[in-house]
Structures are given as C-alpha cells and as structure tokens.
C-alpha cells in the first residue's frame, strides 16, 4: 500500500469511530430517560441525592413508625364520635341531690334506713310528722355544751325541731327575699327539712350572734371545737363542704345532725356524709 491509500482508511476509521461514540452515547442517555440531571449522577458516580430518602423510608417502614402514626391520628379522629361522656353527664345529674323530684309527694311514714331516720331532698317527712326534740339528742347537746364550756366556748343550739308549719313559714319568707332557686339551697321546702326530725340542731356560740348560721362560724373557735369533737358526742356536721351534690344543701358549718356515737364516729373517721354512709349499709 502507498501513502495516498492509507490516509483516506484512516479518515473513515475516525469518521466510523466518532459516528459510533455519538450512537453510545445517544443510547445511553435515551436508557436513562433523557433526566440529564441524574445521567450526570450517576455518570459520576454520585448517587447520594436519592439513595438517603428511600433507605429512610425503609428504615421508617422496617421500624413499624409511619403506619402506627397513622393509625393513632385515626383513632383520635374516631374518639369524639363515641357517645360515653354524655351518658357519664346523663347519670351525674340523675344523682344529683340537690334538686327535687318532680312531683313532691308527701309520704304517710318518715324514711327510716337500718334504724335512722333520713331526711332530704329525695326523702321528705309526713307534713303531720312532730315528734318535738330528740330527748336523746339533747342529752347528748347538753353533754356537749358542759365538756365545751371547759375550754371556755359557751354553745347553744339557737335553732332544734321545727314543725311543717314553721318551716314552710320561713322557706316562703327566704323565697321572698333570695328567689325560689336561692332558697333552694340553703333551705329545706316544708316537709324536707331535718329539723321537722327533731334530730337536727343549729350550733352557735352565745353572745357571737353574728356568726349564727353563717359561714364564719366554722372560722371560730367554737366553730372548730364543735366540728372536731361533736362526733365523740353522736352529732354529725350534716352538710360537709363539697358535698352538696350527696346532701343536697350548701356546706352549713353550724347545722348537726344526732346519729348516736356509733354512727357518728364512723361517718366523722370516713369523712363521708349520712347518705355515703346509708349507702354502704
Ligand atoms: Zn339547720
């Protein structure tokens, strides 16, 4: 071969060679969806960009984190569907014993539970129902009054055993004066009251006739002698502060209820009311 033959087969070899580069190269980039980005990628070997995300969603996934998540947000969209608290609010207000039954009925006899009488709002009294005060219950103040008087607190029992007559005198007045649903609160309607029981004294201190039913008794000294040791005598703080919902009435630090020793001690130790008391016999 001469020189003149070999200097065209060299030409076409290079003009085959870049033809067939150009080619591979068009194939390569057409196999990887012409995403110049990530051609680059992984021309270069560089493949940190996705790799990250999907093992983190594999890692996520394995480790059981994503699908509880969402199963938990769907829970608690459920909850307040569920209708449980508002029949939690129907049995709350159907114990409530502050309000009276709808139709108030006097009964023929008082309500005697295992031997003690209950008076309230669910349990009124005959409107003829006038024993007079408790002799027992008295001999058990005037005890009181003489162990008090030891410590120099004169106590006298400024209200005891109303009638139905009386109490329905006074119920009408405080209405009067406070409105029906005031009065609710802090009086018996007639034939509700437990003073009708003759079991029932209102304390208070002589010559302290500002503290006579009122909250500040409870402040006094008198107010606490009696609170702590009326029970040793058969009496009960008939209605306890926050229990209005069980009694029915407002807390009266002044009003005692005379339930015997026994019983006293017992509800005074538990700290529960006559009615927590009545229901766990
Ligand atoms: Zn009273």
Request: proline share 5%; charged share 30%; glycine share 6%.
């Amino acid at each position: 071969m001469n020189k003149k033959d070999k200097k065209p087969y060299i030409k076409w070899i290079l003009i085959i060679g870049a033809l067939l580069i150009t080619a591979s190269i068009t194939v390569w980039l057409y196999l990887h969806d012409w995403n110049m980005e990530r051609s680059l990628d992984a021309l270069t070997g560089d493949s940190t960009q996705q790799q990250p995300a999907e093992e983190q969603i594999a890692d996520v996934q394995e480790e059981g984190i994503v699908i509880p998540e969402e199963k938990e947000d769907e829970v608690e969209e459920d909850l307040p569907v569920t209708p449980e608290p508002e029949e939690e609010v129907v049995e709350e207000e159907a114990k409530d014993a502050t309000v009276y039954p709808e139709s108030i009925e006097l009964p023929e006899e008082p309500t005697v539970v295992n031997g003690i009488l209950l008076a309230n709002k669910q349990n009124p009294l005959p409107s003829d129902y006038a024993p007079g005060v408790n002799p027992e219950a008295q001999s058990a103040f005037d005890a009181m009054r003489a162990e008090a008087l030891k410590s120099n607190i004169d106590l006298t029992a400024f209200s005891t055993f109303r009638d139905f007559a009386r109490q329905k005198q006074l119920y009408e007045g405080y209405v009067a004066k406070d409105g029906q649903e005031k009065a609710d609160r802090y009086s018996a309607r007639p034939g509700f009251s437990e003073h009708q029981t003759g079991l029932a004294f209102d304390i208070g201190e002589s010559g302290a006739e500002q503290h006579w039913a009122a909250a500040s008794f409870g402040d006094t000294e008198a107010g606490k002698w009696v609170a702590e040791n009326a029970h040793r005598f058969g009496f009960i703080l008939r209605y306890p502060e926050g229990k209005e919902q069980l009694t029915g009435y407002m807390h009266e630090s002044w009003h005692f209820r005379y339930v015997g020793k026994e019983v006293a001690k017992e509800i005074y130790d538990e700290k529960i009311t006559l009615e927590e008391y009545l229901e766990q016999e």
